[in-house]
Nanobody, 123 residues
Framework: QSPVVESGGGLVQPGESVTLSCTASFTLQWYSVGWFRQAPGKEREGVAC????????NYEDFVKGRFTISRDNTANTVNLRMNSLSPEDTAVYYC?????????????????WGQGTRVTVSS
């Protein structure tokens, strides 16, 4: 069983929004948490990251202004709100934990990966 579980993916139309959730079997509040994605035929890439207290966030340029990462430590959950989706956002989205977000674009610096949740953006 994966230490983290992602949910919320599905089929959405271009321009629509979706919120992904990440929960864990361990206490997430001690860790930075990153969201990543892997599109068909492409390498896994970083999307966003949030510090343990939620006061610092990082985003890749291609999602700035469209995606918002947030966390609810009382619920042991980290969410990714994705707006204005386009077909280029189609991918399997993963969350994972790390000691910090300084290298959030480096999946190898993160641990405790889930199975991912698939987001398909298509009309």
């Amino acid at each position: 069983q994966s230490p983290v579980v992602e949910s919320g993916g599905g089929l959405v139309q271009p321009g629509e929004s979706v919120t992904l959730s990440c929960t864990a079997s361990f206490t997430l509040q001690w860790y930075s948490v990153g969201w990543f994605r892997q599109a068909p035929g492409k390498e896994r890439e970083g999307v966003a990251c949030i510090s343990p207290t939620g006061d610092h966030t990082n985003y890749e340029d291609f999602v700035k202004g469209r995606f918002t990462i947030s966390r609810d430590n009382t619920a042991n959950t980290v969410n990714l709100r994705m707006n204005s989706l386009s077909p280029e956002d189609t991918a399997v989205y993963y969350c994972a934990s790390s000691v910090g977000c300084a290298t959030f674009d480096e999946p190898t610096d993160f641990r405790n990966w889930g199975q991912g949740t698939r987001v398909t953006v298509s009309s």
